[in-house]
C-alpha cells in the first residue's frame, strides 16, 4: 500500500494520512548567488503539517484502478494503512516512509516529521569561476557592487527607398492581355 501512497504523492505533489495529517511537494527553482559565484540547481523539498487529512475522491479513485477493489474495500484498506502508521511513529525511532523521510510522535502526541533528503547533498553547487559562465563576464557585471547600465549598441536600419521607373512598370500589358481576352470571348459568344 505504501508504494501506491508514495506514487499518487509523487505524481500529484500532495496526499494525506488519516489521524496524521498532509504532506506536500515544494519546488525550489534554481539560483545563483552573485557573492559565492555559485549556481545552485532546482530541488523539491518535502513538508507536513498535522492536522486533518487533505484526501479527495481522485485519490481513492486512483487506488481503486491500482488495486482492482470496490471504494468500500479501499477504504478499509487505508484506514488501516493509516492506523499502522500512526502506532509505527509512537515507537521508538518512529515510522520509517522511504522516500520521504522518518515520522516520530512525541510526548505530546504531536507528529514531527524529518525529511529522508536534503536537496543540497543532492546536487552539488556549480561553481562560476570554473565555468563558461564567468568567461563571459556576466558574473562581473553584477560583482562590482556599483549601478551599471548595460547598453548594446545598435545601427539604425537603413531606409529603404522604392522608386519606380517607367521601364519597371509594366501593368498596362497585363491589362492589354485582359482586354484582347475579353474582346475575343464576345467574339465567340456572338459568333
Known sequence: MYELFYKYFILNH???????GNF??????????????????????????????ELDQSFFDFLAA??????????????????????????????????????????????IFHPEYKSSTLLPLIHLNDSVAANSKIVDVYDSGETKIIRQKKAAAAEEKIVMSESDDYWWVYAVILALMGFGALLYYYI
Do not use: M
Open 24 to 53: 506536500y511537494l515544494e519546488s525550489i527553482p534554481s539560483k545563483i548567488d552573485i557573492v559565492t559565484r555559485t549556481l545552485s540547481a532546482p530541488s523539491h523539498k518535502i513538508l507536513f503539517s498535522q492536522g486533518k487529512a
Open 14 to 20: 500532495r496526499t494525506g494520512l488519516p489521524g496524521i
Open 66 to 111: 491500482e488495486l482492482k477493489l470496490n471504494s468500500i474495500d479501499i477504504s478499509k484498506y487505508f484506514n488501516e494503512f493509516a492506523r499502522t502508521i500512526r502506532e509505527t511513529a509512537t515507537e521508538e525511532g518512529g515510522a520509517h516512509l522511504p522516500g520521504l523521510g522518518t515520522l516520530i510522535q512525541n510526548e505530546q502526541e504531536e507528529f
